[in-house]
């Protein structure tokens, strides 16, 4: 992030993301609220990393989310408006595929294979990363000190969600073992779009449920799924 002092010596950060924000301001107006709710923004946001190919240090980014539904109707309907979205905007299905994972049911998967919190918590860390470094297993190797391969298989919320998604004529979408998504806030459910064409194999963007996030505003947890697309 862009953490500066300005000149009244005052602590200042660019806002780097909206989720927390959307976070605090539902919880902070919970009691005047009616759940669930539905809410969009289109906020500027600033990162502080090396520009490149569709990764700009300012850019514009569509949020939406849903606060209130514990159960996989909320992300069902998360990737429905994802995928229409981009639908809309002329993409056929072969263009983009659409990627889920349970991270809840991968962190219990690598603690049932002798992980402690530390080392899953490290090892999700490197799987984030799996696609982009070429020495993965070298890496885990040094992490935990020997090979490891863990057999991630589908959750119950992975099956029910991708059974929802093909019912409402979503066919591109699949499990993935190893999509983690990068915040720490995300549990359960995390999803991510990606770009087909070979020239451009990348991820265009995600989203997750966050059931957490508001109780470090002072409140009690409120289940929320949401995603951030940037321009």
């Known amino acids: ?56 240090r300012e850019h514009w980014q569509l949020n939406a989310d849903i606060f209130g539904i514990e159960n996989i109707e909320a992300e069902a309907e998360m990737i429905t408006i994802a995928y229409k979205i981009l639908r809309n905007f002329g993409l056929s299905d072969s263009q983009f595929e659409i990627k889920i994972n349970d991270i809840t049911h991968l962190a219990k998967t690598l603690k049932d294979a002798g992980l402690n919190e530390i080392q899953i918590h490290q090892y999700k860390k490197l799987l984030d990363k799996k696609d982009k470094i070429d020495n993965f297993d070298e890496k885990v190797k040094e992490l935990l000190g020997r ?67 508001t109780s470090i505003f002072g409140e009690e947890p409120i289940p929320a799924v949401g995603f951030g697309m940037g321009d």
């Open 1 to 56: 992030t862009y953490n500066f002092k300005d000149r009244g010596d005052r602590d200042v950060t660019l806002r780097p993301e909206m989720t927390p924000t959307v976070a605090r301001m539902i919880a902070g107006k919970k009691r005047e609220l009616i759940f669930p709710v539905r809410w969009f923004s289109v906020p500027n946001l600033f990162r502080y990393e090396r520009p490149q190919k569709g990764r700009l």
């Open 147 to 213: 090979p490891f391969y863990p057999d991630i298989k589908e959750s119950e919320s992975v099956e029910a969600l991708l059974n929802k998604a093909r019912n409402r004529g979503i066919s591109n979408i699949s499990f993935s073992p190893n999509l983690v998504r990068g915040f720490d806030y995300y549990n359960g459910i995390v999803f991510e779009v990606y770009s087909t064409d070979p020239e451009n194999n990348r991820s265009i963007f995600g989203g997750g449920r966050y059931d957490n996030l």
